[in-house]
């Protein structure tokens, strides 16, 4: 199990900024996220080769890239939420999600409900942190003096302990 110095919010930014462009890489070594723009960076390419060669020894880990079909997949489950408390509301953001640009459209039409907007921005950080917890667990990353999920102790009681 790796055992990272990091701290999660840097790994989950990690997690909500990483793209086809924007590549996200652990150091295990150095204890660092390691940050590539493909765009920006002459030497984007030869640096993530490099990296590559290494990825099986152990030292780097890459955060997945986010392709657009996820966060469109959270925006879908958002509004699916939506639709037990305003089925009407609900309706219009399930409209602009069916139009071209859905991704420009569905942050339009949260300008005009800002206490929707906020829960929009909770439900998507919490969407996302789940997704890093579910990484970290499944590639044994541990990160120290940090605890994500917390420990439950479950006790036996009897029935003569139960309450009346």
Known sequence: MNKLKI???????????S???????????????IYINEVAEDDAKERLEEID???????????????????????ETFVYGLQEENWELAEKFHTVLELSHPFSNFKTLLVA????????????????????????????IELENQELIPKIEINEVGIEQLPE
């Open 19 to 33: 793209d086809v462009e924007h590549h996200y890489i652990i150091d295990t070594q150095e204890n660092k996220l």
């Open 7 to 17: 701290e999660f919010e840097e790994i989950a930014e990690a997690f909500a900024e």
């Open 113 to 140: 409900y800002p206490e929707l907007k906020e829960r929009w921005y909770k439900y998507k950080e919490k969407t996302i942190r789940n997704k890093v917890i579910d990484w970290l667990v499944e590639n044994s």
């Open 53 to 75: 060669s290494s990825i099986n020894k152990g030292r780097y880990i890459p955060i997945p890239t986010r392709i657009p079909q996820e966060d469109f997949l959270v925006m």
